[in-house]
């Protein structure tokens, strides 16, 4: 029997090749987009599997009315795939709050909506998968991301949380971190630029903007590529809590990783000596009291702390 796909932002980008490599294995796909219209000119009915439905995933009771029609439809869904998203690309303070607001509620209260949604089905199965596309900026950050990188680090924070709540449930999840992919992504079909001018930033932001146009159409990363992983590890029976995909994201990822070591161990140096405006014996009595505390109040508390 085929699987069935519940798939967001699948009218282009990552979205449509993921919807489109479910397709080439033989998966029903319900593929969603701010307008059914835009999946069915992507895929111009190649499928008779693919079931384009309108989704604002912004709108948590659309959410909810798309799934609730997809179960009864075709009886579960399997596998969901959180893509919708666009990236709010600029200096940080050259946004709105209404943009920044804005971002959040897409990239990170939308999929949420979707997973919320979903997750009392998979649940009540004891079966499914949740794939979550964050991207590398959900672990680094830098210049120019930084409104963008923060709606993703909220992100990879509540799904790395509600993937180990889901687990003993028989729900897995995954992860997908990607570098730069050749999609539209750094377009204007989908990048935003801050709107407030700040001569202070005018000389990096021109060098920003000049960075992402040669960028846009350019990046390493070969969507089709990741949307053949995704499917396939979606196949396997023990799925990985992150795929971060593309050589670029490898870098940047480890090269984060190589700095945490380096801070966290420089920080237990600091740690070790009092500090000047401390009476050393009174901060040594601190120190331990506090690590009394902290072993009784996580005493007996389940995973990772």
Same mark, same amino acid.
């Given at each position: 029997?085929?699987?069935?796909?519940?798939?967001?932002?699948?009218?282009?980008?990552?979205?449509?090749?993921?919807?489109?490599?479910?397709?080439?294995?033989?998966?029903?796909?319900?593929?969603?987009?701010?307008?059914?219209?835009?999946?069915?000119?992507?895929?111009?009915?190649?499928?008779?599997?693919?079931?384009?439905?309108?989704?604002?995933?912004?709108?948590?009771?659309?959410?909810?009315?798309?799934?609730?029609?997809?179960?009864?439809?075709?009886?579960?869904?399997?596998?969901?795939?959180?893509?919708?998203?666009?990236?709010?690309?600029?200096?940080?303070?050259?946004?709105?709050?209404?943009?920044?607001?804005?971002?959040?509620?897409?990239?990170?209260?939308?999929?949420?909506?979707?997973?919320?949604?979903?997750?009392?089905?998979?649940?009540?199965?004891?079966?499914?998968?949740?794939?979550?596309? +964050? +991207?590398?900026?959900?672990?680094?950050?830098?210049?120019?991301?930084?409104?963008? +990188?923060?709606?993703?680090?909220?992100?990879?924070?509540?799904?790395?949380?509600?993937?180990?709540?889901?687990?003993?449930?028989?729900?897995?999840?995954?992860?997908?971190?990607?570098?730069?992919?050749?999609?539209?992504?750094?377009?204007?079909?989908?990048?935003?630029?801050?709107?407030?001018?700040?001569?202070?930033?005018?000389?990096?932001?021109?060098?920003?903007?000049?960075?992402?146009?040669?960028?846009?159409?350019?990046?390493?990363?070969?969507?089709?590529?990741?949307?053949?992983?995704?499917?396939?590890?979606?196949?396997?029976?023990?799925?990985?809590?992150?795929?971060?995909?593309?050589?670029?994201?490898?870098?940047?990822?480890?090269?984060?990783?190589?700095?945490?070591?380096?801070?966290?161990?420089?920080?237990?140096?600091?740690?070790?000596?009092?500090?000047?405006?401390?009476?050393?014996?009174?901060?040594?009595?601190?120190?331990?009291?506090?690590?009394?505390?902290?072993?009784?109040?996580?005493?007996?508390? +389940?995973?990772?702390?």
């Amino acid at each position: 029997m085929s699987k069935v796909w519940l798939v967001t932002g699948a009218s282009r980008g990552l979205g449509r090749e993921i919807a489109r490599a479910a397709l080439n294995e033989g998966a029903t796909v319900v593929a969603t987009a701010r307008t059914a219209n835009a999946v069915r000119d992507a895929f111009a009915d190649e499928h008779e599997r693919l079931h384009a439905v309108t989704l604002d995933i912004t709108d948590a009771e659309a959410a909810g009315s798309v799934t609730a029609e997809a179960i009864e439809r075709f009886g579960t869904i399997d596998v969901l795939v959180s893509n919708a998203g666009y990236a709010e690309l600029g200096f940080f303070e050259t946004f709105t709050d209404e943009a920044v607001r804005r971002q959040f509620e897409v990239n990170l209260f939308g999929t949420m909506n979707v997973a919320r949604a979903v997750a009392p089905h998979m649940r009540q199965r004891r079966s499914g998968l949740i794939v979550t596309i +964050s +991207s590398v900026s959900g672990l680094v950050s830098n210049g120019g991301g930084a409104v963008y +990188s923060a709606s993703k680090f909220a992100v990879e924070g509540w799904m790395e949380g509600f993937a180990q709540e889901l687990a003993p449930l028989g729900v897995r999840s995954l992860l997908v971190e990607p570098g730069m992919l050749r999609t539209d992504f750094m377009d204007q079909k989908s990048a935003h630029f801050g709107s407030i001018e700040i001569p202070d930033y005018a000389e990096a932001i021109t060098q920003y903007h000049a960075f992402v146009e040669a960028a846009n159409g350019n990046q390493p990363g070969d969507p089709k590529l990741l949307a053949a992983w995704i499917v396939a590890l979606a196949a396997q029976d023990e799925v990985p809590s992150r795929f971060v995909f593309g050589d670029d994201a490898r870098q940047w990822a480890g090269a984060k990783v190589d700095q945490l070591r380096q801070e966290i161990a420089q920080s237990a140096d600091w740690a070790d000596q009092a500090p000047i405006c401390c009476n050393l014996d009174d901060w040594r009595m601190e120190k331990q009291e506090f690590y009394r505390s902290s072993k009784d109040r996580f005493e007996g508390v +389940s995973g990772d702390i």
